[in-house]
C-alpha cells in the first residue's frame, strides 16, 4: 500500500508538507514516497493529501500504475482534444 511520484513531478514542493507520514522526500530527478511510510492516508482523509495538492496530472499514481490526477482530471481538457490540438500546432 504505497503510492508513486512519478518523472512528471516538476519538484514544486506541495505535497512534501501535506504528507501526514512523512513519507515524501527529496530526491534527484523528482521526489519520492518512501514505500514502508506511506499509508495512502488511510484513517486520516478520505483522499491521499499529495494528490490532492499535486498541479501535475499523472504525476502520483497508485500501486497499480493508475493516476490519482488522470490526464484532464484537473485542465478539463479531454485527451483525445488536447493530442488533436497538439498535432495541429506541430503540423503548423
Not at 488511510?42 to 493529501?49: K, L, R
Not at 499535486?54 to 482530471?73: F, K, R, W
Not at 484537473?74 to 495541429?88: F, H, S, V, Y
Request: negative net charge.
Amino acid at each position: 500500500m504505497a503510492l508513486k511520484i512519478t518523472a512528471g513531478c516538476v519538484n514544486c514542493w506541495a505535497c512534501e508538507p501535506l504528507c501526514p507520514s512523512a513519507a515524501i522526500e527529496p530526491a534527484i530527478p523528482h521526489f519520492r514516497i518512501d514505500p514502508a511510510a506511506c499509508s495512502e492516508c488511510a484513517g486520516e482523509y478520505a483522499d491521499p493529501q499529495c494528490a490532492s495538492i499535486c498541479p501535475i496530472e499523472g504525476a502520483i499514481v497508485d500501486a497499480g500504475g493508475s493516476a490519482l490526477n488522470p490526464p484532464g482530471s484537473l485542465t478539463g481538457i479531454p485527451p483525445g482534444l488536447l493530442e488533436q490540438t497538439r498535432a495541429r500546432i506541430q503540423a503548423r
